[in-house]
């Protein structure tokens, strides 16, 4: 950049942004352990935010796809691959990233293939090439947008975009609302990788454990450069499925426990039975969250507590429903029940019922 014999050659406003990045873009430490996915994904979130928002400030373009996938030892792959280290890779929002393709462990630092590459076809098929489209993927696709594939390009789970810009990202309960609905929508009503025999409505051994998994790599991409998004927290005497805990205190705080109501239990191994679960049983089972949730949202002073029901049971059982609701009002608790269904026919009769003859066109 060429100055005039000043300290601010590129105007208030710009100059205002790329401070703004320098101090916020890729600084705190991550939610969770190191080393871990989340850790990983919730680092490199921030840090491709705030390159997108330092190129924008700049009135730049991406020059290329910017993918990082996680590996538990990116020393070994790297190695494998002859990819380069590079112990600072992602260190500053301003180091010109168009074009790499990384795999890392930590927050900062990784093996970069030492091409670079400038389309997304390109990308696509380096990362099959290199054996990682299974593993968790950010890609920055421009300085307006990124996507995030939880468990990989060749992964039957849906990836997740965040759409980037400079209008300020606002995090109170409508967001978290319709962020719930958009998980639900594109991740979970119609899931694959939540059940071990659709046919049989069979779930996987630890469905809970794969929702909040999924759900947790969601709200992280979504609100991870505004908020503490965490799970497994420990209040009282109980832990927490997610916390969200905005950066700024004029954001909303919210608490989610997670439940999960299926038809069977999940045969163990060796075994071929499947235990049928009573109604009643599922519903003691998601009525007990409403005292959990209200419990740590109180503890901790959170402003909202939401009861999320994920439920694979057959058919959407309006006794559920009501039965969490009628537990959840008394104590302000959110209560959302979200139905999981096995087939595409499911989903199409549920989603497009057949109405009575003179019902009025149906409004998108």
């Known amino acids: 950049m060429k100055g005039s014999g000043t300290l601010n050659p590129l105007g208030g406003a710009v100059k205002a942004a790329l401070d703004a990045v320098v101090e916020n873009g890729a600084a705190g430490l991550s939610v969770a352990d190191a080393g871990t996915e989340e850790a990983f994904l919730d680092a490199w979130t921030r840090t491709l935010t705030a390159h997108a928002r330092y190129l924008r400030a700049k009135g730049e373009c991406l020059s290329g796809p910017v993918a990082v996938i996680y590996s538990d030892d990116c020393a070994e792959v790297g190695a494998r691959l002859a990819w380069a280290s590079k112990p600072m890779l992602g260190g500053s929002p301003a180091d010109p ?57 060749d992964s039957e789970v849906l990836p997740f975009r965040k759409e980037l810009d400079d209008a300020p990202v606002v995090l109170d309960l409508a967001a978290l609302d319709h962020s719930l609905e958009m998980f639900y929508e594109r991740a979970a009503r119609q899931s694959r990788t939540w059940w071990k025999d659709r046919s049989k409505r069979i779930t996987v051994e630890e469905p809970e454990s794969e929702v909040q998994h999924d759900l947790w790599n969601f709200l992280l991409g979504k609100f991870s450069d505004v908020a503490r998004v965490k799970k497994e927290t420990t209040i009282g ?37 499947a235990i049928p679960i009573s109604l009643k049983a599922n519903i003691d089972w998601a009525q007990s969250g409403v005292a959990q949730t209200a419990a740590y949202r109180d503890d901790e002073s959170f402003e909202a507590a939401y009861l999320c029901v994920y439920d694979f049971c057959a058919g959407k059982k309006l006794a559920m429903e009501k039965a969490i609701q009628d537990a959840a009002a008394p104590y302000n608790v959110i209560a959302k029940r979200y139905w999981i269904t096995a087939s595409h026919e499911e989903h199409r009769s549920d989603r497009y019922p057949l109405m009575p003859p003179g019902t009025p066109p149906v409004t998108a």
């Open 97 to 153: 990233l168009g074009g790499t393709l990384a795999v890392g462990t930590g927050e900062i630092g990784g093996y970069v293939k030492p091409v670079r590459l400038t389309d997304t076809d390109t990308v696509t098929a380096a990362i099959r090439d290199a054996g990682l489209g299974t593993s968790l993927t950010v890609v920055l696709l421009s300085e307006a947008s990124m996507v995030i594939w939880p468990r990989g390009l």
């Open 237 to 273: 005497h109980g832990r927490a499925d997610i916390t969200v805990t905005p950066i700024k205190p004029d954001h909303a705080s919210a608490v989610l426990e997670l439940k999960v109501t299926r038809d069977f239990r999940t045969p163990k191994p060796g075994s071929v039975k």
